[in-house]
């Protein structure tokens, strides 16, 4: 390796923030900063705004071009990871067939990856987090909705067209609640942000009690994932009773999971995993009861450590093993 290639960069593309970072060959972050994503700019403002951070970035530590190594970019939605495209980002209007990479290329004159936004999480988490060190684990993000990166034996998973691990779409209720996939009873719309907020609301519309109510002042379309912990917290039944539902759906998910992909770890990101135990002691018993006893028990329920620092530092990981394999162990 040219040591002379000191930096990488890694860029965690969200669709509220980007959040940047330099690292040293250490893997030590010499600068971070999160901005605005502005993603309703649309996408020429999103890639000119990637641009401007890496330059003013590289600027601030005084590092010219040739001193870094590559660059790695985490993007959420559909992407082919070879060919350096992004084909669809949901939260992202006007986001359709976006040749990141060569776009990249027209500004910088190091090597540029891009990979789905969970996937470089669970880059971070294998590498430097929760993971560290195991050969078969899977990362679930809980936030807007429900992700998931996998490794079996020390291989990360992509799949015919790099859409492995959707578990956030496995069918929970034959007709259930509709989703944008176009089915309808999928995990995600019970288990993320939306679907708990959405598991409270239907219960107080059928004349249920909530100290919620009085902190949202009848205005249920304030009430947030956040607000559900919090009420927990103070004993209120019925968050107590939407946390412990949630929790058993996402039990039922993952044991599926488990029984597929026999993981010895199952890692739980996002900004849901903030919940924690309230959430994870419910998800570890249903587990205990339905998934496969062997693989069960060989397998553990823990949350994400990185947070979200995890998606940067993940995507410098998954760049430096694109440029040669196996880089970091």
Known sequence: MNHSHKYTIGVDLGGTNIKSAILDQN???VIERSDPTNALEGPAHVIRTIKGIVHEMMQHQQIAHENISCMGIGIPGLLNPKEGFSIFSPNFPGWENIHVVQEMKKDFSFPVFIDNDVRVNLYGEWY????KGLKNL????IGTGLGSGIVVD???LYGTTSSIGEIGHMNMYREGRPCRCGSSGCLGRYVSAIGMVRTLVEKLESGRDS??????DGDRSRISAKMISDAYDLND?????????????????LANVINLFNPELIIIGGGVSAAGDRLLHVVRETIRQHALKLSSNACGVVTAQLGGRAGMIGAVAYAKNQLEPRAIP
């Open 27 to 29: 893997f030590q972050v």
């Open 128 to 131: 430097f987090g929760a993971g």
């Open 138 to 141: 899977v990362l679930v993000t």
């Open 154 to 156: 020390g291989n990360v």
């Open 211 to 216: 100290i919620i109510q009085t902190w949202v």
């Open 237 to 253: 039944s019925l968050a107590i009773e939407v946390m412990h539902e949630t929790g058993g759906i996402l039990g039922f998910g």
